[in-house]
């Protein structure tokens, strides 16, 4: 059951690294188009050139929020791992206080 939790509270984690993973497959493509395009100078081109260039900016601002979204993921793992000890830690006391409570019901 606790793996399930987990499961479920990474699972929004697990998705923006797949997309992380999406902006530098992006990134690695258009390196390859600007390279072929380079290449060639017809005036067509400027066209491809200005696409390019938006792509590029798009591009930039994705990455910025990738690693925003990568900082706030890490900050909010880090706060679900202490609420999780923390929570751990009560349980495990009530445990041993229930037990200590039926000992002396018994005794």
Do not use: W
Not at 65 to 94: C, F, G
């Amino acid at each position: 059951m606790a793996e399930t939790n987990r499961n479920d509270v990474l699972k929004p984690f697990y998705q923006r690294a797949s997309e992380a993973e999406g902006v530098f497959e992006l990134k690695d493509r258009l390196s390859k188009l600007e390279a072929a395009l380079s290449s060639k100078k017809d005036s067509g081109n400027e066209d491809l050139l200005k696409m390019i260039s938006d792509l590029q900016s798009k591009l930039q601002h994705a990455e910025a929020e990738t690693i925003s979204e990568r900082e706030k993921a890490q900050k909010d793992i880090q706060k679900l791992t202490v609420e999780n000890a923390k929570l751990q830690y009560r349980v495990n006391h009530l445990v041993r206080a229930l037990k200590e409570a039926d000992c002396k019901l018994e005794a």
